[in-house]
């Protein structure tokens, strides 16, 4: 379908508030700051600290800093634990020494048990080779030195739990960074394949280094990104866009069936991400298993800013975002309530939305469905490990001149969380084994990063993360402050067990602030796997049950224990608690509503998915 313009909506209720004309530089607002009483920050000082953090990767020198005096100086002030981990260090180096003996008085035939077994989730040495001489020495010698840093980066008193855990992660990093697995001379798995390919590997890796470096270096997806095709490949599930702004596109998808329940469905991703991770390949797609179950379905793709959108903030993304989306849902299917579902921070705002029309008594939203979202930051995991006051402050004078945070500086940060999955795993495999791992769709979208606009992302690390004023009932729309308990909807509350980003006990508490009947799922799995979770073929498990807002609150802990697993995708637990919620079948709306000024766009899946 060829494009047409931005739709013209007959009512001005569905238009949304035009872009205010571009500022010269230097009457561009400011984002909030700490109001602390300290002189703004001249032009000057946010230039040399952009260069700095800029040089750093993102992280504020003055925070590891911070974390490193208020660690030494502790630790210098406790002799006790001083003496506990001398104790602790002499007592693994016996324990080595006893193994190293062990392992050569029984040889090769019966490898003795180890002193040291890494975690779960730690698969660099699960090779058996690790477990023959002398590599089984070195690989536990690092896991018992990266014990022993873990006890005294966590255990010393009076350190802040931000300080701890910020020097905790970075001594882990460069830990990491030397680990036996990394290192060509001390990586058994990777000799033997040296050995066995005459050093084929080390050559093939050395062509795979050069042609990441030229990718990265232009700017292009990793290898194998090609052959997943926004429109052709991923995101290909049928619809059009009716509704176009400066901030977002509205794509209505096609019915797959003859009659669809009547209440339609409204998805908000995260900005930080492109839309279509809720529309991978077909197999993949969440968009289509919803159309084929029988529901209209909507979805809000975010435009990738630019520098020229730098003073959009965070009111933008709610008014000109979720509030024009769901006015032109309702002008399409008139007179029926909306299922609203956010993924991550298009969950939190759309918790904010729905806040929002409950203290207006307004009836719009059926259900509130909220993805790996959280509406209390006060436990917000790892991630809070590159958000305090420093690195805010330094990430904003980055952003100010920039105008957004870019792609890739914020990437690194995630990278950084999954360090041995996402960097490590990846050089040993590439470039000292010399193979590739095909691709998928989810790891293809994942190399698709969109940018931050200062404004915005300023606000929403100030006031949601820093501040936590949603949670405290400080955070304010249309004047007023907003409390979650003005939700007036019945809620269904997705989390992961493994989430890094938006851990599943911090996101239970919307137990604690929402006064409606919640239905939580715990799924396995991470962020986006644990949400990407098709029926055929899924392996994983989750647990759900529903609390009513008469019943006395449970414990995260208490939950877990009472709810059985269930094997198979938490999405058919989600379609059948939307059908129990939905009217009986009707015939599908007509594409738009031609009869009020909207029209298609353009098809599915739009323009603005595909601006880098």
Same mark, same amino acid.
């Given at each position: ?36 009483? *300290? ?46 981990? *001398? ?13 190293? *003996? ?7 035939? &019966? ?96 062509? #795979? ?60 991703? *995260? ?12 197999? #993949? ?134 360090? #041995? ?106 962020? #986006? ?18 609390? &009513?807002?008469? &019943? ?61």
């Amino acid at each position: 379908m060829p494009d047409r313009g931005d739709p013209q909506p007959a009512a001005p209720v569905f238009a949304t508030p035009p872009a205010s004309p571009e500022k010269p530089h230097a009457e561009r607002p400011v984002p909030h700051e700490a109001s602390d009483g *300290a002189p703004p920050r001249t032009d000057l000082d946010r230039l040399v600290r952009a260069a700095i953090v800029r040089a750093t990767q993102g992280r504020s020198p003055v925070s590891l800093m911070t974390a490193y005096v208020d660690w030494l100086a502790h630790l210098a002030v406790t002799p006790s634990l001083q003496q506990r981990l *001398a104790g602790l260090a002499v007592e693994r180096s016996i324990q080595l020494s006893q193994y190293a *003996a062990r392992c050569a008085l029984c040889g090769r035939e &019966a490898a003795p048990a180890k002193c040291v077994e890494p975690l779960p989730q730690d698969k660099r040495f699960s090779d058996p080779a690790w477990s023959t001489w002398p590599f089984n020495i070195l690989h536990q010698a690092f896991l018992m030195q990266q014990d022993w840093w873990q006890q005294a980066t966590t255990q010393v008193p009076g350190v802040s739990r931000h300080n701890a855990q910020e020097m905790a992660f970075t001594v882990r990093q460069i830990l990491d960074l030397w680990a036996p697995s990394n290192i060509f001379a001390t990586n058994p798995v990777v000799l033997r394949k040296t050995w066995e390919t005459a050093g084929k590997n080390l050559v093939d890796g050395a062509v #795979n280094f050069l042609d990441d470096a030229q990718r990265a270096m232009a700017g292009r997806p990793p290898v194998g990104a090609e052959n997943y095709k926004v429109g052709e490949t991923i995101a290909c599930t049928p619809g059009a866009v009716v509704f176009r702004n400066d901030l977002i596109e509205l794509i209505q998808y096609k019915p797959a069936t003859g009659t669809v329940h009547p209440e339609p469905i409204l998805i908000v991703p *995260a900005w930080i991400m492109k839309y279509y991770i809720l529309d991978l390949s077909p197999d #993949n797609s969440l968009v289509r298993h919803l159309v084929a179950a029988g529901h209209t379905v909507f979805m809000v793709s975010w435009r990738n800013p630019g520098p020229e959108q730098r003073d959009l903030g965070m009111d933008d993304y709610l008014t000109r975002g979720i509030d024009a989306a769901l006015a032109i849902v309702k002008a399409i299917v008139p007179d029926r309530p909306v299922h609203a579902m956010g993924y991550c921070l298009g969950g939190t705002l759309l918790a904010i939305a729905a806040a929002a029309l409950g203290r207006k008594d307004d009836k719009s939203l059926k259900t509130l469905t909220l993805l790996a979202a959280q509406t209390d930051f006060a436990d917000a995991g790892e991630l809070t490990l590159f958000i305090d006051e420093s690195e805010v402050s330094f990430l904003e004078d980055l952003m100010w001149q920039q105008g957004v945070l870019d792609a890739g500086q914020m990437a690194g940060a995630f990278r950084l969380l999954r360090s #041995n999955d996402l960097i490590w795993s990846r050089l040993v495999r590439d470039y000292l084994l010399g193979g590739r791992t095909a691709i998928s769709d989810l790891m293809a979208w994942n190399a698709d990063a969109t940018r931050m606009p200062y404004r915005m992302h300023s606000e929403y690390l100030r006031r949601l993360f820093l501040n936590n004023d949603l949670a405290a009932g400080r955070y304010v729309v249309d004047g007023t402050p907003v409390g979650l308990s003005n939700i007036n909807v019945p809620m269904f509350v997705v989390a992961t067990e493994w989430d890094h980003v938006a851990p599943w006990k911090s996101v239970y508490k919307i137990h604690l602030q929402a006064d409606v009947d919640i239905t939580f799922a715990l799924t396995g799995g991470g962020h #986006n796997t644990g949400i990407v979770n098709p029926p055929k073929g899924s392996r994983r498990e989750y647990r759900t049950g529903t609390h &009513a807002h008469t &019943a006395p609150y449970v414990a995260p802990e208490q939950w877990f224990a009472s709810r059985q697993p269930v094997s198979g995708s938490w999405w058919q637990a989600w379609c059948k608690w939307l059908t129990e919620h939905s009217s009986a079948p009707v015939a599908p709306p007509a594409i738009g509503a031609p009869a009020r000024g909207i029209v298609p766009v353009c098809e599915a899946p739009g323009r603005y998915v595909l601006e880098r």
